[in-house]
DNA sequence: CTGTTAGCGCATTCAA
DNA sequence: TTGAATGCGCTAACAG
């Protein structure tokens, strides 16, 4: 025993890989190759050891073996979201998660709430503990500071929002497209007085869906009621406040496009409150849970966020895989979901 | 420049504090100093150190700084979970990490998908990786073998389902008197063909929630039923089944209580389609979202994620402050919401 | 097959 | 005020 480590049976807190030597009666290197499978060990040696960790209660520090390892990885991500209590971001999460335990690297998740100062202290915090990579939902507008991580060899993807000011993987939806189909089936049936409900306009996708509003409008040679576009909707009481005041108008809207989940279920609450659901039409962007059992049924813009995180994880890890090829940029479709909310026609206000 | 160190300008990957003390000319220890804000070093040096910092993009490795630091914590907390994409999830999820970003503590989070084996690798992988602490929603059935990990100091809070085997903080609802009281409210109404629609029985609620319907019959002086009882529906498609097929029975259900959320949601499913929903009436444990706007509306159990949350993190949080007391056992509160479907009265099988 | 030495990036101890 | 040595727990490189 040439080892001057410590000599205690029981170590107050975790053992060490020379705790373990020590009881085992070898050296540290062995019990090293035990703990990592190592081939060339003899068989009794390995169990010696291994008695002594079931003994010790020996759990390697998984920081220590990746400070030590040349450029090894530390099997961790980093997922900056908005909300997790926030079912698009949460299932968006699951599906990373999903693909990540796969591979035995864990998630380290931060909501950030549309503050982008969070997001910056989120994305520093992340940098510091050395995550492999990290999938963000950004809220901050320019995104250039992450270039330099980037050049450190911090793989980033954006999903959601696409990166602005730097040259990063993205995996998004049809947010144009889709605004674009729902209006279009509003004006289709007849509406002209179609309302818009939308996050705060420093939002890509809430501009994005703006925007699909306003080409559904151009499309159809009808001119847009900039009095009838509602933006910042960020906190539910706003949204809620926001359709309550453009409902009791006058000449109030005969259709509501609700830019997205949290807007959405706003809106429904005012339309119940004010008995309006059978009588003014909505259709939301994002699904929202029972609203296929809601009378009439919630038409929305579907998203599909398990592919959208699926797609992000799994581009992610190529690139920690090693693939170097251009930067993608991944556009998932949407769908209109037809409930009968977003089917109903155009009603006068006979109020 | 005595150092025998790195001479890169452009270091490969991120740049070490040798990096910086070369750049600056000055010793790793005065980077140390400036880096963590020690007092005494001299204004001009810590320029050049900062100057330095910033031109190499230097951030700290926290790995490498915890291993050395004495008895320092990781500054991580674990959070496993059935699954963040149940919104009961997902929202105690999200109070923990409110909670834990204010202490500048990051959050490992794992869905285990009521799967024992990823459980138990969730929790090995959070050792490996000296979390300073967990809170877990368990899915298995003993918890004893926690107790090593407890004995070498890591800090475990118990949430939704309390410890077996085990002695460790828990937060939990009040399960059985939930239950109670929603089945006693329908037996009130005169129903006494009450389903039970539950969890599979491994799970502690889904056992208190059982306990609490049959209290409620015995209160009553009434018999159950067991052929109205079905258990295991932890996947939607069963719970579906389930209810389709108590539904269709000659002498079907005058009411239904479905013991968890998912599982409310499927039944809706069925009693919507089967035309139900204003003739069988409905409680369930756990609200959800839009419930409120149904026609009739879903009463429901209500407990409180957010609470549970941040009452375990902050437990948690006391606990690794030195907080020693003895173990304990929070209980909140349940509320019955009573919006419609619980209070529809019993009717005959018309056929 | 096994052990020794060195060092990952950093903070601590102690000396200058 | 500053810096050189030492070692956190572990693994790589190199002995034996």
Redesign the interface.
Known sequence: MSHPGPDLEHP????TIRHVAELAGVSVKSVSRVVNGEAGVRPELAERVTAAIEQL?Y??????S??RRR?QR?G?IGVVIQ???N?FA??L??AV??VA?RR?V??????IDGDAE?EARAV???????VDGMILMPTSAQHGSLA??Q???MHVVFVDRPPVGLDADYVGADNAGGARTAVRALLDRGHRRIAYLGDTRTISTAVERLAGYRQAFVDAGVETDEELIVHDLNVSRHARAAAAELLSRRDRPTALFTAQNLIT?AA??VL?GLELRQRVAHIGFDD????????PGVSVVRQDPTAIGRTAAELLFGRLDGDDGPVRRVIRPVELVERGSGELAPLAFEG
């Open positions: 107050a807190g975790h053992a209660g759990r390697r520090n998984l920081a220590a990746t400070l450029g530390t961790s909300d997790v209590a079912p949460a299932t999460l699951r998660e999903e335990q035995g864990v998630v380290l998740a931060s909501s969070r520093a915090e992340l940098v510091r503990r050395r330099e991580e050049r450190l060899g279920i429904l609450h119940r929202v849970e029972l609203g296929d059992l809601l009378t």
